[in-house]
């Protein structure tokens, strides 16, 4: 009987402490977040789950395009990468490193598929616009190879997402502006 209370007692004090938590992690349901390996998602809610007999707090992110769901630990959120949206500022900085000129090197294509693979899992915008505009090719430019295409394809779609959700904006126009930015450089 001692031995219920005391459980329950400690209960009541783990979800006092989780509650807390819930307000630190800064994220809200409904919010943008990016996760960097997988892009722009929706915070669904945070939820207290219990996982190998541990009581853990949970941020779930819905990726609808994608149609997936991940769970990540409140305390492990900023460990993960997992951020707010880029601010209007920051996007700007995206689209005007997509202006400039292409630097391939002249590596090996794997080393610099690799390096291309890092800046997107980066999750940062600039360095997903460097990609973008590095592999960009125009109609009077060779044809891009097949991982060349799946890589500018993935960088390209990060970053659509990620400006269609700060600019408010439907992914078809967001796309646009970015066709349109790279047409003008």
């Known amino acids: 009987m001692v031995e219920k209370v005391a459980k329950k007692a400690a209960g009541a004090v ?18 943008f977040v990016v996760y960097p390996t997988h892009g722009v998602g ?7 789950q219990e996982i190998s007999g541990h009581a853990l707090q949970v941020i779930i992110i819905l990726f609808d ?5 991940l769970r990540v630990p409140v305390a492990k959120a900023k460990n993960s990468g ?12 995206a689209l005007q490193t997509l202006k400039g000129r292409s630097r ?11 390096e291309y693979e890092a800046k997107i899992n980066s999750g940062d915008p600039v360095s997903i616009a460097e990609v973008v505009r590095d ?8 044809d891009q190879s097949y991982s060349e295409r799946q890589i500018y394809q993935a960088a390209l779609d990060r970053l659509v997402r990620e400006l269609a959700a700060i600019e408010g904006m439907d992914e078809e126009a967001a796309t646009e502006r970015l ?7």
Do not use: C, Y
Request: net charge positive.
């Open 65 to 69: 395009k994608d149609r997936m769901t």
């Open 82 to 93: 997992l951020r707010k949206l880029s601010s209007k500022k920051v996007m700007e900085t």
């Open 135 to 142: 592999l960009h090719r125009n109609a009077d430019q060779p």
């Open 42 to 48: 929706k915070v669904m809610g945070i939820e207290s």
């Open 104 to 114: 391939v090197k002249r590596a090996m294509w794997s080393r610099r598929a690799q």
């Open 179 to 185: 066709h349109q930015v790279m047409k003008a450089a």
């Open 14 to 31: 783990k979800e006092k402490a989780s509650a807390a938590k819930d307000k630190d992690s800064g994220f809200r349901k409904g919010d």
